[in-house]
C-alpha cells in the first residue's frame, strides 16, 4: 500500500513541477517579448504584476515539499530555482533566499533546542565565525557582477549535487579524544536516541578545522544567499565529528543566526523587496508543513533523487545564464 | 524516556522561548502587511504595477532609479504599502539579537566566561551588521 501510495505521490510531483515549470516558462517567454517591444514602447510588460508573486508562491510551495522529502533546506533549492527561470535580478532573489532560509530555520529553531537535539554550546562558537563571514560574503556578492555571481553560483549548485551524491553520513561518528578547543569551550552533550531508546553522548574534535571551514561556508551563506544546510551538516558531522542528529539539528538552528547577519547586508542595501519574499517565505513554510506530513506516511527515495537532477538542471541553467550561453 | 541528563540548559530553553514567540509574532506582523499592501488600500513609495520595471534591475540601480532608502532610510516611509513589510522582516532579521540578550545573563550568571565573550562578540556582529554601516561598493 505505502509503496504504491509513493509511487503516485512521486507522479503528482513531477507532473506538478513540470506544469510550474512550463508555466515559469512560458510567462518568462512573454516577459522577454514584452521586453524587447518595450525597449521600443512604454517600458511597461504586458504580464499583469500579480502573475509572478502567485505562481512564486505555487512555486516554493512545491519546493517546500521538494525540500523536506528531498532532506535539502529551502534556500539551496529557491535562489538555483527562481533565480533562473523567475524575471527577478539575482540580487532580490538572493535577499529573498536568505531571508526563505532564515524563517525555516527560525521556525525549526525552538522545537530543536527544546529537544536538546540543536546545541547551543556547539552553535555559538561556529555561528560567531559563520556570521562574520557571511557579511563578507554578502558584501561581495553586492558588489560582484551579475554573471560573476550568476556563473559561480551555478558551480556552486553542481558542487552541491556533488556532494549530495557521493557523501555518506554517519549517525554515530567515532571520536577518539575531543580536542582542547572543544573541551575547553565545553562542546558536549547527551540526547535521547528514539531510534535505539538509549541516551547518547557526544562530543567533537577537529574544531579549529572544523571553524576554518565555516569561513568557507559562510561567505558562501551570504555570497549566494543559499542557506548552508548542505555543508553544515557534512562538517559537523564527518569533519567533527557530532552524531548526525545533532548535526543536522544544530545545523538548521545555526542558519537563524549565519543567515541573520548577511540578510542585514541585503535588507540594508535595498537587495530586499516584500513582493518577492513574502510569497517565498510563506510558499515555502506551507509546502514544509505538507511536506512533513507526506513523509510521515512515505519515505519515496526517488525524491531525494528528483531535487538533485532539478539542482543539477537548475545549477547548469544558472552557470549557462552566467556564461551568457542560456540567456 | 527522557531523563534529567538529556535535558536542554537553561540558556537553550531561555532562547528557544524568544525565539518562539517573537518567529510566530514577525510571521503574522509579515502576513498581515503584505495583503494590506496588495490590497491596494494603502499608498505606495513604488506602485505595484510599476514594481515589475525595476525588479529586473540590479539592486544598486533599483536604488537610484526609485530614490528608494537604503540602511534605516526606510522607517521614513513606514506608513507606504511597500515599507510596512519591513517591520515583519525586521523583527524576523532582528529577533536572533534579541535572543542573544536573553540569553548573555543566564551565561554571565554561571560564570561561563568563554561563552559570556563569544555571545557579547556576536551581538556586536549582529548589530554591526544592522546598523547599515557596511557598504559594498559595486559595478
Redesign the interface.
Known amino acids: 500500500m505505502v509503496p504504491h501510495y509513493s509511487k503516485i505521490l512521486i507522479q503528482v510531483f513531477i507532473i506538478f513541477t513540470l506544469l510550474c515549470a512550463a508555466g515559469v516558462a512560458f510567462a518568462w517567454a512573454d516577459v522577454q517579448e514584452a521586453?524587447a517591444s518595450a525597449a521600443v514602447s512604454s517600458?511597461?510588460?504586458s504580464?499583469p504584476?500579480?502573475v509572478?508573486?502567485t505562481m512564486l508562491f505555487v512555486v516554493t510551495f512545491v519546493l517546500g515539499i521538494l525540500a523536506v522529502l528531498g532532506g535539502v533546506g529551502g534556500g539551496v533549492l529557491f535562489v538555483p530555482i527562481v533565480g533562473g527561470f523567475f524575471?527577478?535580478?539575482l540580487?532580490?532573489v538572493r535577499?529573498a533566499g536568505l531571508?526563505v532560509a532564515?524563517?525555516g530555520a527560525?521556525?525549526a529553531?525552538?522545537?530543536l533546542?527544546?529537544?536538546?537535539l540543536a546545541?547551543?554550546?556547539l552553535s555559538?562558537?561556529v555561528?560567531?565565525i559563520a556570521?562574520?563571514a557571511a557579511?563578507v560574503g554578502?558584501?561581495?556578492g553586492?558588489?560582484?557582477?551579475?554573471e560573476v555571481v550568476q556563473t559561480l553560483l551555478g558551480l556552486t549548485i553542481l558542487f552541491i549535487v556533488l556532494i549530495m551524491g557521493i557523501a555518506k553520513k554517519s549517525d554515530f561518528p567515532h571520536v577518539p579524544r575531543p580536542d582542547n578547543l572543544s573541551q575547553?569551550?565545553g562542546i558536549m552533550g547527551?540526547?535521547?536516541e528514539e531510534s535505539i531508546g538509549k541516551?547518547v553522548e557526544w562530543s567533537v574534535h577537529k574544531t579549529p578545522h572544523g571553524l576554518a571551514l565555516f569561513i568557507v561556508i559562510g561567505i558562501m551563506a551570504g555570497l549566494f544567499g543559499l542557506g548552508a544546510g548542505w555543508a553544515n551538516v557534512p562538517v559537523l558531522n564527518l569533519m567533527m565529528g557530532a552524531p548526525l542528529k545533532i548535526s543536522v539539528a544544530t545545523s538548521k538552528f545555526l542558519l537563524?543566526?549565519t543567515d541573520?547577519?548577511?540578510?542585514?547586508?541585503?535588507?540594508?542595501?535595498?537587495?530586499?523587496?516584500?513582493?518577492?519574499?513574502?510569497p517565498s517565505?510563506?510558499g515555502i513554510?506551507l509546502g514544509s508543513i505538507v511536506g512533513v506530513k507526506i513523509l510521515a506516511k512515505a519515505k519515496p527515495r526517488a525524491i531525494k533523487w528528483m531535487v538533485i537532477g532539478l539542482l543539477l538542471f537548475a545549477g547548469l541553467r544558472a552557470l549557462l545564464k552566467g556564461l551568457a550561453i542560456w540567456k | 524516556m527522557s531523563s534529567e541528563r538529556t535535558k536542554a540548559s537553561e540558556e537553550q530553553i531561555a532562547y528557544a522561548k524568544v525565539l518562539n514567540i517573537g518567529m510566530w509574532f514577525g510571521l503574522l506582523v509579515l502576513v498581515v502587511t503584505f495583503f494590506a499592501y496588495i490590497s491596494g488600500s494603502i499608498s505606495c513609495f513604488v506602485s505595484i504595477e510599476d514594481l515589475p520595471k525595476y525588479w529586473t534591475m540590479k539592486a544598486k540601480d533599483y536604488i537610484h532609479a526609485c530614490s528608494a532608502p537604503t540602511g534605516w532610510g526606510w522607517t521614513g516611509h513606514i506608513g507606504r504599502g511597500d515599507y510596512m513589510n519591513f517591520i515583519g522582516i525586521v523583527i524576523l532579521s532582528g529577533l536572533t539579537i534579541l535572543c542573544y540578550l536573553v540569553v548573555l545573563p543566564i551565561l554571565i550568571r554561571k560564570k561561563d566566561r568563554p561563552y559570556v565573550i563569544i555571545a557579547i562578540a556576536e551581538i556586536a556582529v549582529l548589530v554591526l551588521a544592522a546598523s547599515g554601516l557596511l557598504k559594498s561598493g559595486g559595478h
Open positions: 521586453s517600458n511597461v510588460p504580464i504584476w500579480w509572478w508573486p524575471p527577478f535580478h540580487d532580490f535577499g531571508l532564515l524563517s527560525l521556525a529553531g525552538p522545537g533546542l527544546k529537544r536538546n546545541s547551543l554550546r555559538l562558537p555561528a560567531l556570521s562574520s557579511i554578502a558584501m561581495i553586492l558588489a560582484l557582477p551579475t575547553s569551550l547527551i540526547y535521547r541516551d537563524s543566526i541573520t547577519s548577511a540578510a542585514w547586508v541585503y535588507l540594508n542595501q535595498g537587495a530586499v523587496l516584500p513582493m518577492i519574499v513574502v517565505i510563506v513554510m
